[in-house]
Each structure stands twice: as C-alpha cells, then as structure tokens.
C-alpha cells in the first residue's frame, strides 16, 4: 500500500462502498506539497503540465487503490473526472483529459479506460492546474 495524498481539510482521499470506491478531487501535490499552480493557457503546450496532471491522477489511483483488500486488484475506471483551471480562452481541455487516461492506461491496461469528462472551472484550490476524480470498481484477483 502506497502512501495516501494529504488531505487539505476535513475529507478522506477515498471511500469504498461494496465494490465501488470513490475518491477525493486530488490536485498535484506530492508530501502536501502543491507541485504546480495557475491556468492552463492556450499559450503553453499540453507538455507543460503533463508533471501536474500526471501526478494528480496518481494521487487519486493511489487513493484508491488503499481501499482494495489484499488479494483485490481495480476491475475498472468508471468514471474520470478532469477539471481544469482554464484561461478564458482555453478549449483543448480533451487533452489535459487525454494525459490523465494515458497514465491510468499504462497503470491498468484497458481497466484505465472509461467514462470521462473535463470541465474548464473558474479556480481550483490552491490555483491548482487540474484536480482529477475517479470511481472505480475492485474486484477480486
């Protein structure tokens, strides 16, 4: 079992409930620690954000995958949240959703692939880039 991220308040990173488990909005941070902040720009390359995106999603697996019993593995993605902390002018959020389903792909195979949407918001805690939501099934080995 890997570390959980830190809560920024009065919340668990995830819940289980049957063989659902829903976690916690995570933004980039790593040991509490916010790894990037401000809008996504149209300005700048997806590239540019990979790091955050990447590590909030990772976050949010991590989150629940210490929800999973021993012998119990993540069956499916059911749903991917990305917001995205979008300039004004930003529409390509498809593909900050895009680097999220890419790492849960390389952590989960086709498990990583489900439902998802990205939603361009007004802020983000922090002034976080992103913050990445999931549900996801557990079942057994």
């Known amino acids: 079992m890997n570390k ?3 809560p920024q308040g009065k919340y668990k990173p995830a819940v289980r409930h049957g063989d659902l488990i829903f976690t916690a909005g995570m933004t980039p941070r790593k040991d509490g620690v ?3 902040s401000g809008r996504v720009s149209p300005d700048q390359p997806v590239e540019f954000y990979r790091d955050a995106i990447r590590q ?3 976050n949010a697996l991590t989150a629940a995958r210490n929800c999973l019993a021993e012998g119990e593995r993540i ?3 059911l749903s991917l949240t990305v917001y995205v ?3 004004p002018d930003y529409t390509t959020h498809a ?3 895009d680097v999220a389903s890419e790492y ?3 952590q989960l195979g086709d498990a990583g692939i ?3 949407a990205a939603i361009g918001v007004a802020t983000l805690p922090g002034g976080a880039p992103v913050e990445i939501q999931l549900v996801a099934a557990a079942q057994p080995l």
């Open 4 to 6: 959980n991220p830190i």
């Open 34 to 36: 916010l790894l990037m």
């Open 56 to 58: 909030a999603v990772a």
């Open 75 to 77: 069956a499916q993605i």
């Open 85 to 87: 902390n979008a300039a």
């Open 95 to 97: 593909k900050i959703g």
């Open 104 to 106: 849960l792909f390389e």
């Open 114 to 116: 489900g439902p998802r």
